[in-house]
């Protein structure tokens, strides 16, 4: 069988080499001939239509180039949730191309109970994104209720600033009138 193995990664900084290494290992071990090895680095969260990666998967099945698609775990795939997600690997299973989840045996195209536990993983795979959201969420609040000023740097008009302090209104004052840090108004004073 012609293999395809397919890896994602959420940002440029993870790496994926020892993933790969198994996967090769995993589909040699099964006597599958790895036809290419595709990789995407974004959010397992994003659309299937906007990873360039997973689109030239789905392409290259629509062509039959190969039999199998091989991933590292079904997180890795997607974590759009148990309806896209089921919806993608239906799509596989359309062009007549199984799966296979190297870290959850259980999650293949070749098993008996694959469509209930793809069901119950995908469901988990979209709760631990939720989950993060909601750890990112406290992160940020917490980071408010601290001071600190989130969101991009505002422009600040470095005028608006000297006339404020030629009106005699101290930093704080400035800073909490402009909405920004008592030490960038001092920076933005102190710039030539």
């Known amino acids: ?45 994003t659309a299937a239509e906007q990873r360039q990666g997973l689109s030239k998967v789905f392409s290259l099945a629509n062509r039959k180039k190969f039999d199998v698609l091989l991933f590292w775990s079904l997180d890795r795939f997607s974590r759009e949730g148990s309806r896209k997600t089921l919806e993608y690997l239906t799509r596989l299973d359309a062009y007549g191309v199984k799966w296979h989840s190297y870290t ?32 990112t969420k406290a ?15 505002q422009s600040i008009d470095r005028e608006k600033i000297l006339n404020l302090r030629s009106q005699g209104l101290s930093m704080r004052k400035i800073a909490a009138e402009l909405g920004i840090s008592a030490p960038r108004v001092c920076q933005i004073i102190n710039m030539h």
């Open 104 to 135: 959850e045996q259980f999650i293949s195209s070749c098993g008996i109970f694959s469509d209930a536990i793809i069901a119950i993983m995908s469901t988990l795979a979209r709760q631990e994104k939720i989950r993060i959201q909601e750890r």
């Open 1 to 45: 069988m012609k293999c395809l193995i397919y890896t994602r990664v959420s940002t440029d900084r993870q790496e994926n080499d020892n993933q790969i290494a198994q996967l090769k290992e995993y589909a040699e071990r099964n006597g599958w001939d790895i036809v290419d090895i595709i990789t995407d680095v974004c959010s397992g969260g």
């Open 139 to 153: 992160g940020l609040e917490r980071a408010k209720r601290k001071g600190k000023v989130l969101g991009r740097p």
